[in-house]
């Protein structure tokens, strides 16, 4: 089953406009989408049942809460049964740590790390360095964030 056989262009509409501003009330988006707003609420009720909403959150400003320093970090792991899962999700739970990739390639994971500057860095690589799995890092320390959205193209 795709999910074009479950979401049709109204479905789009009300993803797009969520994505956009998780507050807009029903009644703003029933008046866009010009249907009820109880149609509007059904919808995104299916749309959460489906998994494809999987929660709302506030975007936050990095600079304001403290944490503008951005790193990348590769790394390359012991290879064993498992080890894209047990390892990647070691280095998920490290506090910092925003995204961790499994990726193909010389390197088995990018990471990207926000903290409130090269001290807190360095504590979060010496934790990833002192993982028995690791073989070895390379750290790239992001001079300028040109673009961050976490919304999806629709």
């Not at 089953?1 to 109204?10: A, C, G, Y």
């Not at 059904?42 to 403290?66: F, T, V």
């Not at 990739?101 to 994971?109: A, H, V």
Request: glycine share 6%; charged share 30%.
């Amino acid at each position: 089953m795709s999910i074009t056989e479950e979401v049709d262009q109204t479905d789009l509409e009300i993803l797009k406009m969520l994505q956009d501003d998780c507050r807009i009330t029903l009644d703003e988006m029933a008046n866009k989408l010009k249907i009820s707003k109880s149609t509007v609420y059904y919808r995104i009720k299916k749309l959460e049942r489906l998994g494809i909403i999987l929660g709302c959150h506030a975007k936050l400003s990095p600079e304001k809460m403290g944490k503008d320093y951005v790193a990348v970090i590769l790394v390359k792991a012991k290879y064993g049964p498992g080890y894209h899962e047990k390892i990647g999700q070691k280095l998920a739970n490290i506090g910092g740590v925003t995204t961790v990739y499994y990726i193909f390639g010389e390197w088995d994971f990018v990471m990207q790390v926000r903290a409130s500057g090269k001290d807190e860095i360095l504590r979060i690589l010496e934790q990833i360095m002192n993982m028995e799995e690791v073989e070895r890092t390379s750290t790239l320390i992001v001079a300028k964030v040109i673009k961050e959205d976490p919304r999806l193209p629709i």
